[in-house]
């Protein structure tokens, strides 16, 4: 229900008075790759390393078509730029047997080699791919267009292979080990905040950092603040610091340092903004940041 008696449900009945609709991006997005936590990791200048919190793991899936080999090149950089063959570092990754194919053409059909109502045998290419399960509906539709059949032989195998890690915060190594001093003023200049608004730093125990860890919004019962610690991170970046994170504050070596929330979430709603401008604006629908 919706009751205006409570400021949920009157800032509901605002905007659906207006016609507004309202989307509010959820943790997922800060976990997601080049959401928010990636993003105020890379604001920071952190080459992240990995994550603080794990909170889900992509399924992987194997595709396998089936091609003719004078059109295997076009149909394997069809997949690939649909998002198929990348492990790790590597894209374009994929690898073909050579087989006989077997079809016999019905009436109706219209094959692309052979006749109707003859067998027909054909040399081609088993094209072998991994794909993430966001990729495969897209990697279908290109395959399909890229192929020459009339009707395309493809098999998706699920895979017990870990796929990409989703997870909230984030670690990585500093070049060089540096004071809080430092890291705070590199955070300030990074993040643009204004003297009213610097970011405030709780417990300093004088130590030089090595390694940090961010994570964007308050991170309420999600623990980062103790994973940073286990982790071994000098100093945790915080969009806000949670009555947990005070209580056991005093008995980590890890630092707060605390630059309030729209400040950690600014770098991931710009890289969004950007993102929804260049697929919306081509059709004439304007896109407006309001921090």
């Given amino acids: 229900s919706i009751s205006t008696d409570k400021p949920v449900g009157l800032k509901i ?11 509010a991006l959820s943790n997922a997005f800060a976990a997601a790759p080049g959401g928010f936590d990636d993003s105020l990791a890379e604001k920071l200048g952190l080459a992240a390393g990995g994550t603080l919190v794990q909170t889900a793991a992509e399924t992987e899936y194997k595709f396998v078509v089936f091609v003719p080999e004078t059109e295997s090149a076009r149909v394997q950089m069809a997949a690939a ?3 198929a063959g990348i492990i790790g570092r590597y894209s374009h990754c994929s690898f073909q047997t050579s087989g006989t194919g077997q079809y016999l053409p019905h009436n109706g059909a219209n094959p692309a080699r052979g006749k109707v109502g003859s067998l027909a045998k054909a040399k081609e290419i088993r094209l072998e791919m991994r794909v993430p399960e966001r990729d495969i509906k897209g990697l279908v539709a290109a395959v399909l267009e890229a192929h020459p059949y009339e009707e395309v032989a493809y098999d998706i ?8 890690l ?5 670690i990585g190594e500093l070049p060089l080990k540096v004071s809080i001093e430092t890291i705070l003023s590199q955070v300030n200049d990074a993040l643009e ?7 405030r730093c709780y417990h300093q125990n004088g130590m030089p950092i090595q390694s940090l860890a961010v994570a ?23 969009g806000g610091v949670s009555v947990s994170d005070l209580i056991i504050a005093d008995g980590l070596g890890t630092v707060i340092i605390d630059v309030g929330f729209s400040a950690s979430v ?7 903004v950007t993102q929804l ?3 919306f604006e081509q059709d004439g629908i304007k896109v407006s940041y309001c921090p």
């Fill in 277 to 279: 401008r260049n697929t």
């Fill in 166 to 170: 989703y997870g909230r915060g984030r």
């Fill in 13 to 23: 009945n605002h905007l659906i008075k207006r016609q507004v609709g309202l989307y």
């Fill in 266 to 272: 600014s770098p991931g709603l710009q890289r969004l």
């Fill in 216 to 238: 964007s919004g308050n991170g309420e019962g999600e623990n980062l603040l103790w994973e940073a610690h286990r982790l071994k991170a000098g100093a945790f970046v915080t």
């Fill in 157 to 164: 195998y699920p895979l017990r292979n870990p796929g990409v």
């Fill in 193 to 199: 905040l204004g003297e009213e608004f610097r970011a």
């Fill in 81 to 83: 730029e649909a998002g």
